[in-house]
T-cell receptor, first 112, second 114 residues
Framework: ETGVTQSPTHLIKTRGQQVTLRCSSQ?????VSWYQQALGQGPQFIFQ???????GRGNFPPRFSGLQFPNYSSELNVNALELDDSALYLC???????????FGPGTRLTVL | GDSVTQMEGPVTLSEEAFLTINCTYT??????LFWYVQYPGEGLQLLLK?????DKGSNKGFEATYRKETTSFHLEKGSVQVSDSAVYFC?????????????FGKGTHLIIQP
């Protein structure tokens, strides 16, 4: 059974740029959620994708957007990067209707 | 809204000491409750869970009991090891349903000294 994988591991961008982060869900899972974890804080829910559509969203602005593909993998896109977007971005996969989420290792984004 | 409150860290203990990390949650809906662990430079690993009142989750010597009357889910271990040093997060499911993701506490950094 393959776990959740994310790429890249680390990324450095400058303010105003755009970034795309990628996630492959655990084998058999059909739902992907994204979280932002600032340094020293708990993860904050960004949004969730199921059947290639966003079906839940946290308190994040529209410049945070995503995609889910037919193989259940997912992308997180952030436009017009701000310094406060510097964080660890975590992807989690699960079964729709299940409450247990399995996390990937994360992508560390630094915005300069 | 939903929230989870954990005891502030860091918590420093000697090896073989008894561990308690307190966690309380807002009593909205009928949440499932989780403890996740994060080792340095890694993502979150599910440590244990409980889905209804009075359930006890357990794994690797850690235990936590879902207490609805006190809205608590405290993490305990009878004898900690140096390898237990990590950040521990308490989390609950959303009262709005699974599509709203998990709500996490701020985390408790545990340091075990030999």
């Amino acid at each position: 059974e393959t776990g959740v994988t994310q790429s890249p591991t680390h990324l450095i961008k400058t303010r105003g740029q755009q970034v795309t982060l990628r996630c492959s869900s655990q084998s058999g899972h059909n739902t992907v959620s994204w979280y932002q974890q600032a340094l020293g804080q708990g993860p904050q829910f960004i949004f969730q994708y199921y059947r290639e559509e966003e079906n839940g969203r946290g308190n994040f602005p529209p410049r945070f957007s995503g995609l889910q593909f037919p193989n259940y993998s997912s992308e997180l896109n952030v436009n017009a990067l701000e310094l406060d977007d510097s964080a660890l971005y975590l992807c989690a996969s699960s079964f729709m209707g299940g409450n247990e989420q399995f996390f990937g290792p994360g992508t560390r984004l630094t915005v300069l | 809204g939903d929230s989870v409150t954990q005891m502030e860290g860091p918590v420093t203990l000697s090896e073989e000491a008894f561990l308690t990390i307190n966690c309380t949650y807002t009593a909205t809906g009928y949440p499932s409750l989780f403890w996740y662990v994060q080792y340095p430079g890694e993502g979150l690993q599910l440590l244990l869970k409980a889905t209804k009142a009075d359930d006890k989750g357990s794994n690797k010597g850690f235990e936590a009991t879902y207490r609805k009357e006190t809205t608590s889910f405290h993490l305990e271990k009878g004898s900690v090891q140096v390898s237990d040093s990590a950040v521990y997060f308490c989390a609950r499911t959303s009262s709005g349903g699974g599509a709203d993701g998990l709500t996490f506490g701020k985390g408790t950094h545990l340091i075990i000294q030999p």
